[in-house]
């Protein structure tokens, strides 16, 4: 696919619509990343739809640069009251690492990565729904 011309257009202008804003981590905390490290949140429910697609309405896209930095991109109807900040630098609290910390746990295949010993966040997790840190879980299903 990412050598078919008109898909690449197609994704980057579905990408370039969205708002934009660089999160910059100064807490005591690092940023998560994984296996999987482009997490999608969809924040509308649709009784169908999963709405979780890229250019989905509410779809949050997140993806960790470093341990400091984290790309976020929003659809932006639903994160209209965002828009002064599309393309700007950001400061993340702590609560705002807690949560793309938590996606990217969410969102792994097998491993989550932190520059430091801190997965407390990851440990919470699995704590709290273990059947989807089970080594043994269903991943894909064939019928």
């Known amino acids: 696919m990412m050598f078919d011309d008109k898909f690449v257009d197609w994704l980057t202008n579905i990408m370039y619509d969205h708002i934009l804003v660089l999160g910059k981590n100064d807490t005591g905390h690092k940023l998560y990343t994984s296996d999987n490290p482009l997490v999608r949140q969809p924040h ?33 109807t639903h994160f209209a009251s965002w828009a002064k900040w599309d393309r700007k630098v950001v400061s993340l609290k702590p609560g705002h690492v807690q949560y793309y910390n938590s996606l990217q ?26 059947a989807r840190c089970a080594e043994e879980r269903r991943r894909v299903v064939v019928e």
């Open 44 to 76: 509308k429910v649709h009784p169908f739809l999963g709405n979780a697609g890229i250019g989905s309405p509410g779809i949050e896209l997140a993806m960790p640069l470093s341990s400091e930095t984290t790309l976020i991109f929003m659809e932006r």
């Open 105 to 130: 746990v969410k969102g792994c295949d097998r491993q989550v990565y932190c520059a430091s010993d801190d997965f407390d966040v990851a440990r919470e997790f699995c704590r709290r729904w273990p």
